[in-house]
């Protein structure tokens, strides 16, 4: 079984400021990491995933998270936000081997980006 | 093309009576996800189809929730004698195989009130 925390239910930030939404999972098997970001009346979508290879991955909206194993941490970061990055973001984590397919969520981090 | 696609986008529905929700997954897509997001809960997994094969109903809480899905496409949630803790947005998900490796794409949601 998994778990995930995401440490911070609520992240007021200025634009143009940087940002980091922390997640910490926990889990007795090897796990692909997720993050989805939700907007406000819109479905999930995801925004990046870890599978294997390289720690860092990145998206193509200026997110970036790191995988750390030995912290098992998915931390997500952004160098300067803009007011379009106002959403809820969501961790997730599901076990890499046969048979896993269901998601676990963190409870969510709320993004408000301040002019 | 197409993303996945749910019916009704709103529901409001009195105690104790029965609703059906609506799951239309991308085409070719073999597996088939419903979550539930709610104020309390965050975002938890309900159940789990692939395919024509039996479905992985562990996340259901209790017995008056139901699912299926036909030919392998469409899918139906049922919840029976609606109670007040069943309000939530519901929502559906598919991906392309159930190998963990493949991104599950989510619908919009279907909000579920209960009065």
């Known amino acids: 079984a998994q778990s995930v925390t995401q440490l911070d239910s609520q992240v007021p930030v200025f634009e143009e400021a940087p940002v980091e939404l922390r997640c910490n999972y926990s889990?007795?098997?090897?796990?692909?990491l997720f993050w989805y970001v939700q907007y406000p009346n819109q479905g999930l979508q995801l925004l990046l995933k870890y599978l294997s290879g390289s720690t860092l991955v990145e998206s193509i909206n200026g997110f970036e998270a790191e995988f750390n194993k030995s912290q098992t941490s998915f931390h997500l970061r952004k160098p300067s936000v803009h007011i379009s990055d106002t959403a809820e973001y969501f961790c997730?984590?599901?076990?890499?081997?046969?048979?896993?397919?269901?998601?676990?969520f963190g409870k969510g981090t709320k993004l408000s980006v301040i002019p | 093309g197409a993303g996945v696609s749910q019916s009704p986008s709103n529901k409001v529905t009195e105690k104790g009576k029965d609703v059906e929700l609506r799951c239309d997954p991308i085409s070719g897509h073999t597996a088939l996800y419903w979550y539930r997001q709610s104020l309390g809960q965050g975002l938890e997994f309900l159940i789990y189809f692939q395919g024509n094969s039996a479905p992985d109903k562990s996340g259901l809480p209790s017995d008056r929730f139901s699912a299926e899905r036909t030919g392998g496409s469409v899918s139906t949630l049922t919840i029976q004698r609606t109670q007040q803790e069943d309000s939530a947005v519901y929502l559906c998900a598919s991906s392309f195989r159930q190998d963990p490796a493949y991104e599950q794409y989510f619908g919009p949601g279907t909000r579920l009130t209960v009065t």
């Open positions: 889990s007795s098997v090897s796990v692909y």
């Open positions: 997730a984590v599901k076990g890499s081997g046969a048979g896993s397919y269901q998601l676990t």
